[in-house]
């Protein structure tokens, strides 16, 4: 055969993948970093101090991020590194929409007593689609979890505090299996009935792939008429699938995604292994690389990295931060691109 009808497939092949890949993307992202929660949560050691938590979260902001997860009002005996989360009120640096996670009514009292501004601030709420992780992370089934979150959100909303919810095991469970996408689509909606402005889709333990994260997708927006734009995606990188699942969710229309800078953390309830998010550095990477604007400056970020694998002792997860610290993609432009 000659070359020239081998190639036309090929290239038809290339031209339709190179449309349907970049028109399909949302032409900016809203990042929601999350290390100095999910990223810290299950650490014992070092326990950071307050000060620490603001140079770190001063950090952040100057690279541009608007939304981060600062801490959250849990039981202290089991979360030693969240006791602190208190004191960082009062003190946040001006800018982003600052998040904190409340289990119960205790913790979102313990919010509204250190005199958050609700205009800068919010609570997220987390309930689970799998029952045997609703027990192990708030020991309560999710029916009782989702009663209780109602109050504390109607109690919430009463004040006007803004409230986010987390649906967690999205994809699957180390404890119980697959999830049916029907059980998250049932608490997505109940989160958002009750007064959630948005809803996190947790794939707690990396489990899921570009195939399962568009299936689950379809059938909360095709098949159920949630709202894309209500819909956050938050993928752990335990199987190294997070960033394909985050591009599969964006090509699907999701347009806000939870990060962790230096891929810190993961649930110390998820089971072993559980491995932390995507890396922030990854998203920033992923999104303007494609054209879509995140609103953050990577080599700030980097800068944050360095400072809490400094404060940790540890290397980052991040293959972004390392090459670009490393200067390991070089190549005949890419010296001379503007990140
Ligand atoms: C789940 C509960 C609340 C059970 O709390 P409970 O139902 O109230 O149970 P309890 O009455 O048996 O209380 C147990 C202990 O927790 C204390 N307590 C109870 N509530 C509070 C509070 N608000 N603030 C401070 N302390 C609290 C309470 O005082 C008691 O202390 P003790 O008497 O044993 O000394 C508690 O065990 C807890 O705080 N656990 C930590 C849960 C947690 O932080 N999980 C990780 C975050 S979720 C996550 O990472 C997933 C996510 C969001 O990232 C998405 C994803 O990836 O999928």
């Known amino acids: 055969m000659p070359a020239t009808r081998l190639l036309r497939p090929l290239q038809t092949a290339t031209r339709r993948f190179s449309s349907t890949a970049t028109s399909s993307l949302p032409s900016s992202v809203r990042l929601v970093e999350v290390s100095a929660r999910d990223g810290l949560q299950a650490l014992k050691n070092p326990i ?3 000060s620490q938590k603001l140079e770190y979260l001063n950090k952040l902001t100057a690279s541009g991020l608007t939304h ?8 202290p005996k089991t979360i030693p590194q969240m006791a602190n989360s208190g004191s960082l009120m009062g003190n946040l640096p001006a800018g982003p929409l600052w998040s904190f996670l409340t ?22 709420v987390f309930v689970s689609a799998t029952e045997e992780f609703s027990m192990r992370n ?11 979150f109602g109050e504390v959100v109607r109690k919430a909303r009463e004040t006007d505090v803004k409230v986010r919810g987390y649906v967690s095991m ?11 996408p029907k ?50 995606g938050h993928f752990h990188d335990t199987y190294g699938m997070a960033v394909a699942n985050v591009q599969a969710a964006a090509e699907e229309g999701v347009a806000v995604f939870d990060g962790s800078v230096g891929g810190l953390g ?11 998010n995507v890396a922030t550095e990854e998203l920033v990477w992923l999104f303007e690389k494609q054209g879509v604007k995140t609103g953050v400056n990577i080599e700030k970020l980097i800068e944050a990295g360095r400072f809490m694998s400094g404060l940790l002792q540890r290397q980052g997860e991040s293959k972004v931060a390392r090459a670009l610290m490393g200067k390991r993609t070089v190549t005949q432009e890419e010296p001379k691109a503007k990140l």
């Open 170 to 180: 999205v994809i699957a469970c180390p404890f119980s299996g697959p999830t049916d």
């Open 48 to 50: 950071l101090t307050t």
């Open 183 to 232: 059980e998250v689509g049932d608490a997505v909606e109940k989160l958002l009935g009750m007064g959630c402005y948005e809803v996190s889709l947790g794939d707690t333990n990396g489990f899921g792939t570009p195939k399962t994260v568009r299936a689950l997708l379809h059938h909360l927006v095709k098949e159920r008429g949630v709202s894309v734009d209500k819909l956050a």
């Open 103 to 124: 289990p119960n009514q205790r913790g979102l009292d313990a919010f509204l007593a250190h005199n958050p501004d609700l205009t800068t601030t919010e609570i997220a």
């Open 138 to 148: 708030l020991g309560r089934p999710r029916d009782k979890a989702m009663a209780d």
């Open 266 to 276: 993961g649930c110390p309830f998820a089971g072993p292994g559980a491995a932390g």
């Open 68 to 75: 981060i997860e600062a801490g959250s009002f849990v039981n």
